[in-house]
């Protein structure tokens, strides 16, 4: 009994200490997975909040904040009109910030997910920003087809890196409220295929929507050029070599696929001339994508140095009331720079210190050196005017002009203030700043004391140089294309064609099971033209003799020497009985395969008579050619002569065989009895 008190009370006693441990452990794992978001959210706090500030003050679900770092390239006035314009036709509340800050290292998702939990607003949010070739956009508790609106864009390639911010909106609206949006949104079959990506990306850019699109039609320009010329200088040497051999082997007449060989030489060439044509005619036509870039206007070559003050007069209010001004972007705070904020202010002369981020779309071209010099002329004040350009993933910039001072470091070295300006790599802004001012020294008054006006001034006025869009068409790898890719891509095509050849040939030198078939074809065929001649056609017996020694073949157990025998004897008597037959009947057959047809090089091999001569004929020694066959070589006559099989099994050259198929040349050098040739049937 008492032990079981105990127990009891001990079990009272843990049970609050348990529940106290389990509660210590569960805070104590909780924080690291709490401290952990509130790091990874300060990235984007800075900008986030700014620009949700400046939305709160514009009108609630029609807000839109054009920032002044576009103040180089773009009114701003008239840009905020604009995208007004355009998202105020989607009838859904929307807040739409163009800037070209945060930059690149600030991913515009991240941006506009900050941007949207701080306004807490539904509606459309918009990010535009310069050089960029989409629209970034979220939409909150608004039903919008954003999805489908980014993938036809992006799969017409509506913009480019060059187009400005207020045609992007426009289109990007337009898309949206497109009424075919979802049948233009549907993938075809193709688009999923590796086939269409490679080919996109290839021949994508000769829509000239690129940078590097007419680099690229001049590559492939260039290489048509190079691969039709080159097929039309081989396919005319093969032409002439054919010739040349036809005619060494006696025959002067017309060849099969001569007239093919220069229709397609024509084709060839005039195919190129069209594709080169074509691509002058689209170069010459086509709007590039930096020809549609924002551009401002020029700047003027003296002080300020830059064409709007907009954002310049801004600053100049803030340092008018702390000479060490840091931007709401920058991604340091005045905290950060301890080594400089109490120097800044305890100068003897004004030491005018801005940290910000800057960006080639603002009025200084992204020059802090630029921005010092107008600074000082908007202020209209003397001291040292010192610019660093603050931006995340990259090392600070420094910018710095004197007026009205003079600075220890500068006196001992007028060109030492190189080395502490520019790109400080490796540095902290504050570090930077402190090195700046370390190598100025002491600084004094000095009235009337002004720079030298910088080497940049003059620059800044002239147009950027941008290549005509012929140097880019012949710029890349033209010359390579022209001279090697065209045409080793012109002998790889005529080697196919010719390998294709080679197989046709090699498989009508052996035909096989294809002769049953085409015996049968034949046979009938003849019969049918016996059926239709008149009783009086010359030549009639003949036919019919020669028909009727095929049939009888054929009714026996032919081998394949047999059916071409039968197919030989078949077209012959179609011929004897076609009254339009220029040549005789019995004329010879070519050597090299008797399906050939007739010979036109009429020749024997020595030893052999010729039908219907009782001496030998020397004059011509080798065999009889078809047309065809005269522009052959040896070799290849070789290699296209007739196969047949032999009663090995082996398959051998048919002139080979003691049959008197051959040994009559087919019936035109003998008469052919069936009855021999069934017997010869039978033996083999």
Known sequence: MSDSVSTAAARRLL??????????????????????????????????????????????????????????????????QSLHGSFGRLDVPYYVVASSVPDYATTSDDFLAGLQDRVGEPGLYVHLRPQQSRVQAVARQVDLPLAEAQRVLARERAFTSYTPLHKMAGVFVDTLT???????AERGWSDSLPITWWLDAQLGG??????????????????????????????GAVRAGRRGRAAKAGYHGDLPGDRALGVGRVLVLGTGAVVVVASVVHLSTATLPWEEQQRGPTPPQVAPYVAS?????????????????????????????????DRVAGADVPVYTVVLPMSRTDESGGEPEVLAHALHHVMDEEGVFVVVHDTEGHSPKVGAALFGVEAEGLTEDPYGLWDVTGHRFDQTVDQALVELLDWLGDVSAAPGQEPETPDWAQERTEPPYEPSRWEEFFSGR??????????????????????ALRVRARLRAVPGRALRPRADRAVRRAVRALESAPQDRPGRDAALREIDTALAVLAGEPDELDLVGVIVLAERAVRRLDPEAVTGADAQLCEVNPLHGQAVRQGTSPGRPLHGQAVWQRTRPGPSLCASCTALGKSERDRRTLR????????????????????????TRGRLKAEDLLKESDVH
Do not use: C, K, M
């Open 478 to 499: 033209f010359a390579g294309a022209l001279f090697l890719a065209g045409p080793l891509t012109a002998a790889v095509l005529l080697a196919l064609a010719g390998l």
């Open 309 to 341: 003050t907009v954002r310049v007069a801004r600053i100049a209010e803030e340092l008018d009331e702390d000479p060490l001004y840091v931007d709401p972007l920058a991604q340091v705070g005045v905290q950060d720079l301890n080594g400089t904020a």
């Open 206 to 235: 000769l829509r000239l929507d690129t940078r590097s699109g007419p680099a690229q039609l001049g590559e492939l320009t260039a290489g048509v050029a190079g691969t039709v010329v080159t097929l039309g200088l081989l396919l």
């Open 644 to 667: 047949v099989a032999a009663p090995g099994g082996d398959r051998v050259p048919h002139g080979e065989l003691n049959r008197r198929w051959v040994t009559t040349g087919y019936g």
């Open 15 to 80: 049970s609050p200490l348990a529940v106290a441990l389990l509660t210590a452990l569960l805070v104590l794992s909780a924080a690291p997975a709490q401290a952990e978001p509130e790091e990874t959210g300060e990235e984007d706090v800075g900008a986030a909040e700014h620009f949700a500030g400046l939305l709160a003050e514009e009108p609630e679900g029609a807000a839109v904040v054009v920032d002044d770092s576009l103040a180089g390239d773009y009114s701003l006035s008239e840009l905020e």
């Open 178 to 184: 497109a009424p075919d949006l979802a049948e233009r």
